[in-house]
C-alpha cells in the first residue's frame, strides 16, 4: 500500500501568521495522463471533511485564496499563507491514484 | 442542493450484519463515481470502498474484502454498503461521498454511526 506520511502532526499558529503540512508519499502520484492526484481536506471541529485542494495546486470552490498547495511526485505541501481563526481542525491530504486510496495521519492545526 | 444522506447506522453485535444507503440528490447521480469513507472516533479518515456509475467495477480496502459490498441503484439514487461478518475494528462514522474525479471528494454526507460491540 501507499503510505502517506503527514508532518508535523499538530501545530499551533498565531492568527495572520504563515503555516505549513508536507505530506509525503512512498509512490510517485504521476499520473501518465500527466496529473498527480494529490488532494487535501480539512475536518474542521465536529464537522464533515471538506475539499480544499485537489490535483496538487487546484483550489476547490470557495475555497479562499490564502491556502496554497505544491509539490511533485511524492513530496507535496500545503500552505496557509494567514492563519484564521475559521482555519482550525485537521488537515488530511490523499493520495487518490493507488489502490487502496490512502489518506494521512491528518494534522491538527490549532490557534495560539 | 446538491445532498448526500446516509442512514442505516445502529449498534450492532460483533458477527453481525447492517445495511448503509446514501440517497443523494440534486445531481447527475448515474454519472458519479460513489464512495464510503469511515472514521472511527477519534481517528482518521479511512477509504472504504468505491462504485463506478453503473455498479460493474466496484473497490475496496483489504480490511473489508469479502465482508462489505458496495452497490448502487441509479433510479432511487442511493449507493449502499452492505457489511457483513462486522468487528469492534469496525466501529466508526460511515461517510458516503461523491467525487469530482480520482477520489478528490468534494461532497460528502453528514455520516451514519455503525458501533459494533456486544
Given amino acids: 500500500d501507499v503510505v502517506v506520511t503527514q508532518t508535523p502532526l499538530s501545530l499551533s499558529v498565531t492568527p495572520g501568521q504563515p503555516a505549513s503540512i508536507s505530506c509525503k508519499s512512498t509512490q510517485s502520484l504521476l499520473h501518465r495522463d500527466g496529473k498527480t492526484y494529490l488532494h487535501w481536506f480539512l475536518q474542521r471541529p465536529g464537522q464533515t471533511p471538506q475539499l480544499l485542494i485537489f490535483e496538487v495546486s487546484s483550489r476547490f470552490s470557495g475555497v479562499p485564496d490564502r491556502f496554497s498547495g505544491s509539490g511533485s511526485g511524492t513530496d507535496f505541501t500545503l500552505k496557509i499563507s494567514r492563519v484564521e481563526a475559521e482555519d482550525v481542525g485537521i488537515y488530511y491530504c490523499l493520495q487518490g491514484i493507488h489502490l487502496p486510496i490512502t489518506f494521512g495521519q491528518g494534522t491538527r492545526l490549532e490557534i495560539k | ?118
Fill in chain 2, 1 to 118: 442542493e446538491v445532498q448526500l444522506v446516509e442512514s442505516g447506522g445502529a449498534l450492532v453485535q460483533p458477527g453481525g450484519s447492517l445495511r448503509l444507503s446514501c440517497a443523494a440528490s440534486a445531481f447527475s447521480f448515474s454519472n458519479s463515481w460513489m464512495h464510503w469513507v469511515r472514521q472511527a472516533p477519534g481517528k482518521g479518515l479511512v477509504w472504504v470502498s468505491t462504485i463506478n456509475t453503473d455498479g460493474t467495477t466496484t473497490r475496496y480496502v483489504d480490511s473489508v474484502k469479502g465482508r462489505f459490498t458496495i452497490s448502487r441503484d441509479n433510479v432511487k439514487n442511493t449507493v449502499y454498503l452492505q457489511m457483513n461478518s462486522l468487528g469492534v475494528e469496525d466501529t466508526a462514522l460511515y461517510y458516503c461521498a461523491r467525487d469530482r474525479g480520482w477520489h478528490a471528494f468534494h461532497v460528502w454526507g453528514q455520516g451514519t454511526m455503525v458501533t459494533v460491540s456486544s
